[in-house]
Structure formats: structure tokens, C-alpha cells
């Protein structure tokens, strides 16, 4: 890969420059705040990058995406990272978007896609179950036919932002006597539907932003499953390896470095900029080292994705190694 920018590269950049220059403002930088959200903040910035017609950089251009090449798409996320722009929610652009124009009918495209791209619902992701979490194919919450409707009972867990979506998408077992991947269905689930009851779960840092989540005999439309029955184990890969590409934060972890380098480069109590510190250098660079080893893993993927075939195994490995120097640069 050519990481060499071309003329038409750094115009695109100064595009984007120019656009968030006029348009970050200082409510949108603030809108997240260590585990806490502004809602109203983050909805009006996508609906700004939406009018832009640059919310979903990596939808095809039929659904509303940007028909941006690769460079241009990290181009983006690199100078919204700098420019301190709030990441764009996933759970609905990112996760459960892509498997509806994968995997989806025309009616279900026809209903959920325009919503997803103005903002105009707020989505979360219901995987993961208390005995179901990296085993996620262990998960027990059921689904019954009943007519034209399932009846779902169960219990997610660790369900990022639960407290404000309009709409979860759900893992949920059709068939008890199948093997475990493959008695799996993906469900769309109103969560003002009877029966669901969330509730919070405070984190250390005493921020709330994950929540468990309650199905006492909600029944869903048979009309919003995503596929075939019994198929959701295929749709949930497909939506993991798009998330874990989406998530290594290449770009916010360039920008806490570059922080934490101006914060060490300030005179501490005993007159020795912290910077000085060999030991302290010596830790920083290794994290500098591990970032760009998972820059070019994430290339890696992206150019995958671009050629036409899906991510491979390196996708997992940007979740694990991402989550990793975030740590590193916060301890």
C-alpha cells in the first residue's frame, strides 16, 4: 500500500479540515465525556455529518454511503479524531446498518435504513448474556413462534447505552435441540414493546453507560428478523468483523499520546519535566511502537474490505491489541 498522500489526498484533507473547522463546535467536542454522553449533542452531530453526506463512510453508495476510497476514509477518522469530533454512535451505522443492507429484504431496507443514517433512532446491541460472553454461542435467550410473532424471553448483558434506544438488535435461540451456533436467529426489537425492562449497571468509574436488559414474553414481528431462521450465527460474524475494524482507535489513541506527551512536557513539583524520565520515555514509546503496529494491521482489514472480501482473523486481533494500548494509555 501507497501511504504516500497524493494532490487529490491532501485536498480532501483540507476539505475535511475545513469542514469541521466551521462546524466542531465546542458543545459537539463535549458531548463525551469519559463513560457519559450528551445524546442530544452526538444526534446533532451525526445529523450534521448526515446533511454533509458523510455519516457512513463505509455504506455502498445506494444506501447513503460516501463512495470514499480507502486513504480518504482514514483520512477522515484521523482528522475527526485530532479535531476532537465525538466518534460516531456504532450500534446502528456501523453494527446492525451494514447486516440490514447485507442481509435484509427491501421492506426492511425500505424501513430501518433511512432512520439509521438521519439519527433518527438510537440502536444498542443485544449479545452478550450473563454465561454468554465470549462463548457468545452459549447465549439462552429464547424466541417461540407464536403465528406471526416470537415470543422472546431472556436477559442481556452489558448493554452499552440501552437506557436511551428506540430499537436493540437481538441474538436469540429458535431452536433448543440444534447445535449451539446454529439454532441462533437476529432479531430487531422495539424496546418500547411490553415486557422489556432495562436497568443500569454503574461501571467503576461510576458512569452509567452499560445496563442489563429484560424480555418477559415480548413478543417481535416475525417480519424483523434479519435472514433465514436459525441463520443469525452468520450474521452475527459478519457484523463482529465490521464492528472490530471500527473500533481499534487508531486515531483516538494517536491523539491521548500526543496529549500525554504535552502533560509530560510540563515542569512537575520537584522542577523535571516528566518527559525527561527515561523510564517514563522508554514506556510511551513502546505503546508508540504497538499503535503502529495496529495501524497497519487495521490496513490491513480496510484493504480487505475494499477488494471485495470480508475480514479475516487480523479484525479480532484490532479489538484485542486496541483494547490493549488503550489500557496501557490510561494506566
Not at 445529523?47 to 457512513?56: C, D, N, V
Not at 485530532?82 to 442481509?103: D, H, R, S, W
Not at 480487505?304 to 484490532?318: D, F, K, N, T, V
Given at each position: 500500500?501507497?501511504?504516500?498522500?497524493?494532490?487529490?489526498?491532501l485536498?480532501?484533507?483540507?476539505?475535511?479540515?475545513?469542514?469541521?473547522?466551521?462546524?466542531?463546535?465546542?458543545?459537539?467536542k463535549?458531548?463525551?465525556?469519559?463513560?457519559?454522553?450528551?445524546?442530544?449533542?452526538?444526534?446533532?452531530w451525526?445529523?450534521?455529518?448526515?446533511?454533509?453526506?458523510?455519516?457512513?463512510?463505509?455504506?455502498?453508495?445506494?444506501?447513503?454511503?460516501?463512495?470514499?476510497?480507502?486513504?480518504?476514509?482514514y483520512i477522515?477518522?484521523?482528522?475527526?479524531?485530532?479535531?476532537?469530533?465525538p466518534?460516531?454512535?456504532?450500534?446502528?451505522?456501523?453494527?446492525?446498518?451494514?447486516?440490514?443492507?447485507?442481509?435484509?429484504n427491501?421492506?426492511?431496507?425500505a424501513?430501518?435504513?433511512?432512520?439509521?443514517?438521519q439519527?433518527?433512532?438510537w440502536?444498542?446491541?443485544?449479545?452478550?448474556?450473563?454465561?454468554?460472553?465470549?462463548?457468545?454461542?452459549?447465549?439462552?435467550?429464547?424466541?417461540e413462534?407464536?403465528?406471526?410473532?416470537?415470543?422472546?424471553?431472556?436477559?442481556?448483558?452489558?448493554?452499552?447505552?440501552?437506557?436511551?434506544?428506540?430499537?436493540?438488535?437481538?441474538?436469540?435461540?429458535?431452536?433448543?435441540n440444534a447445535?449451539?451456533?446454529?439454532?441462533?436467529?437476529?432479531?430487531l426489537?422495539?424496546?418500547?414493546?411490553?415486557?422489556?425492562?432495562?436497568?443500569?449497571?454503574?461501571?467503576?468509574?461510576?458512569q452509567?453507560?452499560l445496563?442489563?436488559?429484560?424480555?418477559?414474553?415480548?413478543?417481535?414481528?416475525?417480519?424483523?428478523?434479519?435472514?433465514?431462521?436459525?441463520?443469525?450465527?452468520?450474521y452475527?460474524?459478519?457484523?463482529?468483523?465490521?464492528?472490530?475494524?471500527?473500533?481499534?482507535?487508531?486515531p483516538q489513541?494517536?491523539?491521548?499520546?500526543?496529549?500525554?506527551?504535552?502533560?509530560?512536557?510540563?515542569?512537575?513539583?520537584?522542577?523535571?519535566?516528566?518527559?525527561?524520565?527515561?523510564?517514563?520515555?522508554?514506556?510511551?514509546?513502546?505503546?508508540?511502537?504497538?499503535?503502529?503496529a495496529?495501524?497497519?494491521?487495521?490496513?490491513?482489514?480496510?484493504?480487505?474490505?475494499?477488494?471485495?472480501?470480508?475480514?479475516?482473523?487480523?479484525?479480532?486481533?484490532?479489538?484485542?491489541?486496541?483494547?490493549?494500548?488503550?489500557?496501557?494509555?490510561?494506566?
Amino acid at each position: 500500500m501507497d501511504i504516500q498522500f497524493k494532490p487529490e489526498d491532501l485536498a480532501f484533507r483540507d476539505e475535511v479540515r475545513a469542514f469541521l473547522k466551521e462546524k466542531l463546535t465546542p458543545e459537539f467536542k463535549s458531548a463525551v465525556v469519559g463513560g457519559q454522553i450528551t445524546k442530544d449533542a452526538i444526534v446533532g452531530w451525526q445529523k450534521i455529518l448526515y446533511e454533509k453526506g458523510w455519516i457512513a463512510p463505509n455504506w455502498p453508495q445506494k444506501y447513503g454511503g460516501t463512495g470514499w476510497n480507502i486513504t480518504q476514509k482514514y483520512i477522515f477518522e484521523n482528522e475527526c479524531a485530532e479535531a476532537g469530533a465525538p466518534a460516531v454512535v456504532p450500534f446502528g451505522l456501523k453494527m446492525v446498518g451494514p447486516v440490514i443492507y447485507k442481509f435484509g429484504n427491501d421492506e426492511q431496507k425500505a424501513r430501518f435504513l433511512p432512520d439509521i443514517l438521519q439519527s433518527n433512532v438510537w440502536w444498542c446491541q443485544g449479545y452478550s448474556e450473563p454465561g454468554a460472553g465470549s462463548d457468545l454461542a452459549a447465549l439462552k435467550t429464547k424466541a417461540e413462534l407464536d403465528g406471526d410473532h416470537y415470543v422472546v424471553n431472556g436477559q442481556k448483558i452489558w448493554t452499552t447505552y440501552a437506557q436511551h434506544a428506540d430499537w436493540i438488535f437481538c441474538l436469540v435461540r429458535t431452536d433448543a435441540n440444534a447445535k449451539k451456533q446454529e439454532g441462533i436467529s437476529f432479531l430487531l426489537i422495539d424496546m418500547n414493546t411490553p415486557g422489556i425492562t432495562v436497568r443500569k449497571i454503574d461501571s467503576i468509574d461510576n458512569q452509567h453507560s452499560l445496563n442489563e436488559v429484560f424480555f418477559d414474553n415480548v413478543r417481535v414481528p416475525v417480519a424483523n428478523r434479519i435472514g433465514e431462521e436459525n441463520q443469525g450465527w452468520t450474521y452475527a460474524k459478519y457484523l463482529l468483523t465490521h464492528e472490530r475494524t471500527a473500533i481499534a482507535g487508531v486515531p483516538q489513541s494517536k491523539k491521548a499520546i500526543q496529549s500525554l506527551k504535552d502533560m509530560a512536557a510540563k515542569e512537575m513539583s520537584g522542577g523535571r519535566p516528566l518527559l525527561e524520565d527515561p523510564v517514563f520515555c522508554a514506556k510511551l514509546a513502546k505503546i508508540e511502537v504497538d499503535l503502529m503496529a495496529l495501524e497497519f494491521t487495521e490496513l490491513r482489514a480496510i484493504a480487505s474490505l475494499a477488494s471485495g472480501a470480508a475480514p479475516g482473523p487480523e479484525s479480532s486481533i484490532l479489538k484485542i491489541r486496541g483494547t490493549a494500548i488503550q489500557q496501557a494509555l490510561s494506566e
